[in-house]
């Protein structure tokens, strides 16, 4: 799955948007390593790695303003993947990002936002009440 679809959405329209705008990005990058385009592989994984730090940032204080109980294990998560995101960074400077490392980041997305993201929900949605 290389796009947002509505299965993943979590009901809370802020995350949701930041959801879709991510898999955006995901596609680009996935166009750049299919035309093997590097400058645009390079451009849109620092697109893709300041987009996922300002989501991380929000949803981060979505989950402390709801008292979410795992949050230090949901934020470990999010560090290590900024930190595969400035490898891969570091690493498409001299060659092109393959489509597998794409399809790697695109389902680590989509896993973490079924399974890892899904589990904040009900305590977001009982605050808005």
Known sequence: MNEWTPA????VPLLD???RRIFQWLAELESA????????GVYALVRLKHYTRDH???EEALMKSAGYPDLAAHKTE?????????D??????GQDISTETVKLLTDWLTHHITR???A???YLKKKQK
């Open 88 to 93: 891969l960074q570091i690493k498409s400077m």
């Open 17 to 19: 948007e930041h959801h």
């Open 78 to 86: 999010h560090a290590a993947f900024r930190t595969r995101l400035g």
């Open 120 to 122: 904040y929900v009900p």
């Open 56 to 58: 991380f940032a929000a």
């Open 116 to 118: 890892v993201d899904m």
């Open 33 to 40: 390593a299919v035309e093997e385009r590097t400058l645009f």
């Open 8 to 11: 993943l959405s979590t009901g």
